[in-house]
C-alpha cells in the first residue's frame, strides 16, 4: 500500500501537480453548543476546514433541541446548509442566551432522526471511517455504546474535550472533575471502557488556549459571514473571557497537534474526576501545549473561513 501510495504520488509530480490530496477526515461532531462559547469556535473550525468532512452535529444535554436549531443556524450562516443536525436525549438544562440569535429560524438541516440513531447509521455506513468528536457530555456517546454495543469496532476513534489529567482550571496541579465529564459520568464511564480508541484533550491541553482581545479583533476585523456570527453570539454571551476548549480537538481532528500525546489509563469517578491510574492505556492524552502557536493558527483558519 506504501508503495502504491510512493508512485501515485510520483505520477502526480511528473503531471505538473506538487502534492497529493489526503481523504478528508469523516467527522460527526457532539457537542452542548450554546452554553459555554467554545463550541461555536469548535463548529466554525470543522465546517471550514478543507481537511475536514462534517458528515453531521449532533446536540447532547440539556435543551438538545434547541441546540439543534442554534448549530443549524451558525451552519446556514457559513454556507454548510446540507449538513444535518440531530439532537440527542434532552434534560432539564436550560440553554444560554445564544439561543435568541435563532429566533424565528427554520431549517431542513434539522432531522427528526435521534442523534443516536444517525451516529449508528453513519458508522456502519462507513466503518472504520468516521472520527466522532464530542465536545460536551458524553451522553449521546454513552448511549450509542449501550443501545448498539455492535459498533464499536466499527468507530476509528473518539476524539473529546474532556476530563484533567493532572491540572485544574487554574492550569495547576491537582487535577479537578471537569464539567463535561462531571455532567454525565455514567455516560463517560461507558465511553472510556468501551475499548474504542480514544483521544482526550483535558485540561493540561485547553484551559490555556485563551483566546485574548488582540486576537478577537483581528477574527472581527476580517469580514467574514463565520467571525460576525462569533461575534454576534460572544456578546450574548456575555464574558469577556474566550477559552477555546473545545477547538484544541477539533484541530486535532483536522491534522493539526499542537501538544503531546501522551498514552494514560483513566478511571472514571461518580464526582467525574478522571482519575489517571496503573494499567494498560484506554486513552491518549493531549499535554504540554504550544498555546500562542495554536492561537495564532487558529486565528489564521478563521479569517480564511468563510
Known amino acids: 500500500m506504501q508503495l502504491l501510495t510512493v508512485l501515485l504520488t510520483a505520477s502526480l509530480i511528473g503531471m505538473g501537480l506538487s502534492s497529493y490530496a489526503a481523504p478528508r477526515a469523516k467527522v ?6 450554546g452554553d459555554d462559547i467554545d463550541d461555536i469556535y469548535a463548529l466554525a473550525l470543522l465546517a471550514s476546514r478543507p481537511e475536514v468532512d462534517l458528515l453531521g452535529v449532533t446536540t447532547a444535554f440539556g435543551e438538545t433541541d434547541k441546540r439543534a436549531e442554534l448549530a443549524a443556524k451558525f451552519l446556514w450562516v457559513m454556507g454548510r446548509r446540507s449538513i444535518p443536525v440531530h439532537a440527542g436525549r434532552a434534560g432539564e438544562h436550560k440553554i444560554t442566551r ?7 429560524f ?18 456502519l455506513r462507513a466503518p472504520g471511517q468516521i472520527t466522532i468528536v464530542p465536545i460536551g457530555a458524553l451522553t449521546n456517546i454513552g448511549d450509542l455504546l449501550t443501545q448498539y454495543p ?3 469496532p466499527h468507530i476509528k476513534r473518539i476524539v473529546l474535550m474532556g476530563g484533567a489529567a ?12 471537569e464539567w463535561n465529564i462531571r455532567c454525565d459520568p455514567a455516560a463517560a464511564r461507558i465511553v472510556f471502557e468501551s475499548g474504542v480508541p480514544i483521544v482526550m484533550a483535558p485540561l493540561d491541553s485547553t484551559t490555556m488556549m485563551v483566546l485574548d482581545e488582540e486576537r478577537q479583533k483581528k477574527m472581527a476585523a476580517s469580514g467574514s459571514r463565520t467571525c460576525d456570527a462569533i461575534s454576534a ?3 450574548l454571551w456575555g464574558l ?11 484541530a486535532y481532528v483536522a491534522g493539526h497537534l499542537f501538544a503531546e500525546e501522551r498514552p494514560i489509563r483513566v478511571r472514571i469517578e461518580d464526582d467525574g474526576m478522571t482519575r489517571v491510574i496503573d494499567g494498560p492505556p484506554n486513552a491518549v492524552a493531549l499535554v504540554n501545549p504550544k498555546t500562542a502557536e495554536f492561537l495564532d493558527w487558529y486565528v489564521d ?4 473561513a468563510p
Not at 434539522?110 to 447509521?121: D, G, N, Y
Not at 469577556?240 to 477539533?250: F, K, T
Open 240 to 250: 469577556p473571557r474566550v477559552v477555546l476548549y473545545d477547538a484544541v480537538p477539533a
Open 301 to 304: 483558519a478563521m479569517k480564511a
Open 233 to 235: 453570539l460572544r456578546l
Open 150 to 152: 455492535e459498533v464499536k
Open 106 to 123: 427554520r431549517s431542513r438541516a434539522i432531522k427528526k432522526t435521534p442523534a443516536v440513531e444517525f451516529l449508528r447509521r453513519e458508522i
Open 98 to 104: 445564544q439561543h435568541e440569535w435563532v429566533a424565528g
Open 166 to 177: 493532572y491540572v485544574g482550571y487554574n492550569n495547576e496541579a491537582p487535577p479537578v472533575p
Open 28 to 33: 460527526i461532531l457532539d457537542t452542548d453548543i
